[in-house]
Antibody, heavy 120, light 107 residues
Framework: QVQLQESGPGLVKPSETLSLTCTVSGDSISRLYWSWIRQPPGKGLEYIGYIHYSGSTNYSPSLKSRVTISLDTSNNQFSLKLTSVTAADTAVYYC??????????????WGQGTPVTVSS | DIQMTQSPSSLFASVGDRVTITCRPSQSISDYLNWYQQKPGKAPNLLIFTASNLQSGVPSRFSGRGSGTDFTLTISSLQPEDFATYYCQQSYSTPYSFGQGTKLEIK
């Protein structure tokens, strides 16, 4: 059974860097595509970006200047870093898996989500 | 970026009703359209992929159809567990944007 679990600080100060890790079990991150998606309180889903096991990445243009997604194959994890955060970055952050070996594959597994608040 | 517009934004219905939710992308996306269900406090759950394919384990009362710029999700006979928020998502071009959601509530 594939499981994804987000971890990281639940509170980040404005202008600092948000760092989250997704630990994958039941599958290897050395295949397929892996993504981060967020959901501000009471709002809809926003696609942040993805990483392929080869290390190639794709980011939403609205966040591209501040986002980095990376892999840690030795620990079967992938990570999200978002710099210079503001209150607008307050959201539940989900990590997710794309099925089928293509970035356009549907997202068939999600983490439970981790809430992050940006506040001083 | 492709903008995804869902309608309606909210919908009141009763158990046993047939309901349809529409999703319209701002440009043609062929059949690169997925549907998700999200319940409060939970992660989204994949229902339909590539417009009309039912995800394993999803009840057959859910169906999807469409292509290009016009897609629908239909629930043939609402069950109590179906009251949730539904999102469409395009996977035709990055960023893989979502619709704003349709909240399905009990009448």
């Amino acid at each position: 059974q594939v499981q994804l679990q987000e971890s990281g600080p639940g509170l980040v100060k404005p202008s600092e860097t948000l760092s989250l890790t997704c630990t994958v079990s039941g599958d290897s991150i050395s295949r397929l595509y892996w993504s981060w998606i967020r959901q501000p309180p009471g709002k809809g889903l926003e696609y942040i970006g993805y990483i392929h096991y080869s290390g190639s990445t794709n980011y939403s243009p609205s966040l591209k200047s501040r986002v980095t997604i990376s892999l840690d194959t030795s620990n079967n994890q992938f990570s999200l870093k978002l710099t210079s955060v503001t209150a607008a970055d307050t959201a539940v952050y989900y990590c997710a898996r794309h099925r089928g070996g293509y970035s356009f594959g549907p997202i068939d597994y999600w983490g439970q989500g981790t809430p992050v608040t940006v506040s001083s | 970026d492709i903008q995804m517009t869902q309608s309606p934004s909210s919908l009141f219905a009763s158990v046993g009703d047939r309901v349809t939710i529409t999703c319209r992308p701002s440009q043609s996306i062929s059949d690169y359209l997925n549907w998700y269900q999200q319940k409060p406090g939970k992660a989204p759950n994949l229902l339909i992929f590539t417009a009309s394919n039912l995800q394993s384990g999803v009840p057959s009362r859910f169906s999807g159809r469409g292509s290009g710029t016009d897609f629908t999700l239909t629930i043939s006979s609402l069950q109590p567990e179906d009251f949730a928020t539904y999102y469409c998502q395009q996977s035709y071009s990055t960023p893989y944007s979502f619709g704003q959601g349709t909240k399905l509530e009990i009448k």
